[in-house]
């Protein structure tokens, strides 16, 4: 006797995200939705593997590109659409990393895929980029300048020609508003925000 399993049931979430799919692919000017709803977690995907913004940039856009291009030929399968996207992305990456390693061949110029990567980590990882996002111009680019491009305090300061006081108070400042978002967040899981 052959047990059957049981449907899944789609959720709200899904069956919105269906819609603008089947949409996208009826009148490709409605792509906009889709790139609205995933493009801080495709960020934060590539953005993880290849360690450089300008690259993780130009790979996301191309993750996009692909994506519009390919659009007709994507099938509902019950995943979500952003499943389909992490795999051009890591297909992306790994086409880069297999020019890059033609074209210059140190080992250390290649830039490998983790298959294993924690969805959730990716999740947190758009969330964060997401909150950051939303910061005063002056602590954003402070924030980005410090633990994005991972320069000192007095790089920063130079760069911006402030003190170190100064670029200190507002790199204090962003941290203290990003745990304090990232905190409400946490109590308020289904507010809809990253």
């Not at 995943?79 to 033609?102: E, G, H, M, Y």
């Not at 980029?129 to 002056?138: K, M």
């Not at 000192?152 to 300061?157: G, L, M, P, Q, V």
């Amino acid at each position: 006797m052959v047990a059957k399993q049981p449907q899944l049931e789609a959720s709200p979430l899904d069956a919105e995200e269906r819609l603008l799919v089947e949409a996208a692919q009826k009148d490709p000017s409605r792509f906009g939705a889709l790139y609205e709803n995933n493009f801080e977690r495709v960020y934060a995907f590539v953005a993880r593997r290849v360690g450089n913004r300008d690259e993780a940039q130009d790979l996301t856009s191309e993750v996009f590109h692909r994506a519009l291009e390919n659009l007709p030929r994507f099938e509902w399968r019950g995943v979500p659409f952003s499943s389909w996207l992490f795999r051009i992305a890591a297909n992306a990456i790994t086409d880069r990393s297999k020019r890059a390693a033609r074209e210059i061949p140190s080992l250390d110029e290649i830039v490998g895929v983790d298959p294993g990567t924690n969805p959730e980590e990716v999740e947190l990882l758009a969330r964060l980029f997401c909150l950051v996002g939303r910061l005063p111009a002056d602590q954003r680019r402070v924030i980005e300048m410090r633990f994005a491009e991972g320069k000192s305090i007095h790089e920063i300061a130079r760069e911006l020609g402030r003190t170190e006081g100064a670029v200190k108070q507002l790199q204090f400042r962003g941290l203290q508003t990003l745990r304090r978002q990232w905190q409400i967040r946490d109590r308020h899981p289904d507010s809809g925000d990253p």
